[in-house]
Each structure stands twice: as C-alpha cells, then as structure tokens.
C-alpha cells in the first residue's frame, strides 16, 4: 500500500502541535489527576492488604499476562502458527499501549501508589 501524500508529515505536524500544549496541558490536568490518586489511594492500600493464596496467583497470573516476556512468548507464536494478520495487530497494540502509557506517566509524573 502507499501512504497518501502528506501522511508522512502528520507526525512530524503532531508532534510540534504536542510541543506547544505540553506544558499548559499539564500544570492544568496534574493537579487534578494527583488529587484523585490522592484520593483513591486509601483503597488500593486496602485492596492490597488483602491475602488469600487463591487471590496471590490469580493477581500473579493477570500481572505476567502483562509483562513483555509474555508478549515475547505470543507474539512470534501467532506468527509461527500461521496468524499473521493477528500477530501484526497485536504487536500494533502493543507498541501503541506502551507508548502511550509511558507518554502519560512522563508527563504527569503521578505517584505511584
């Protein structure tokens, strides 16, 4: 497939418009999003004192199902298996979910809770 003309020249165009907002988008949206974590923060604490064996693997199988090894482990066997057209769309997402959430968490720089 060709790109149309000038799709070449969108991320570049987004890329200075993003340079622009960056600063005033986050002195106004961090306050905001620091007084929520603050705020929420007091469940997650309790959430996570929770202890049961039956809740440790089921929180450790959803966490490795996250992690790169896993995506390691899947991708290049979907592609193997014949899934092309599914590997290369879950490798899209992949690297789109990893960029974005990277972006936001240098942006805001948001404790972690």
Same mark, same amino acid.
């Given at each position: 497939? &060709?790109?149309?003309p000038?799709m070449? =020249?969108?991320? /570049? !165009?987004?890329?200075?418009? @993003?340079?622009? *907002?960056?600063?005033? #988008?986050?002195?106004?949206?961090?306050?905001?999003?620091?007084?929520?974590?603050?705020?929420?923060?007091?469940?997650i604490?309790?959430?996570?004192?929770? &202890?049961?064996?039956?809740?440790?693997? =089921?929180?450790? /199988? !959803?966490?490795?199902?996250? @992690?790169?090894? *896993?995506y390691?482990? #899947?991708?290049?066997?979907?592609?193997?298996?014949?899934?092309?057209?599914?590997?290369?769309l879950?490798t899209?997402?992949m690297?789109?979910?990893?960029?974005?959430?990277?972006?936001?968490?240098?942006?805001?720089?948001?404790?972690?809770?």
């Open positions: 497939r &060709r790109l149309r000038g070449a =020249a969108l991320p /570049i !165009i987004v890329l200075y418009i @993003s340079t622009l *907002f960056y600063q005033p #988008l986050r002195s106004l949206l961090r306050p905001l999003l620091l007084r929520r974590v603050q705020y929420e923060e007091s469940f604490v309790s959430v996570q004192r929770l &202890r049961h064996p039956v809740l440790d693997c =089921a929180h450790q /199988i !959803i966490a490795q199902s996250c @992690s790169i090894e *896993f390691i482990t #899947l991708l290049p066997s979907l592609f193997w298996a014949g899934e092309v057209r599914l590997a290369r879950l899209l997402l690297a789109m979910c990893l960029y974005v959430g990277n972006a936001l968490k240098d942006t805001f720089c948001l404790p972690r809770p």
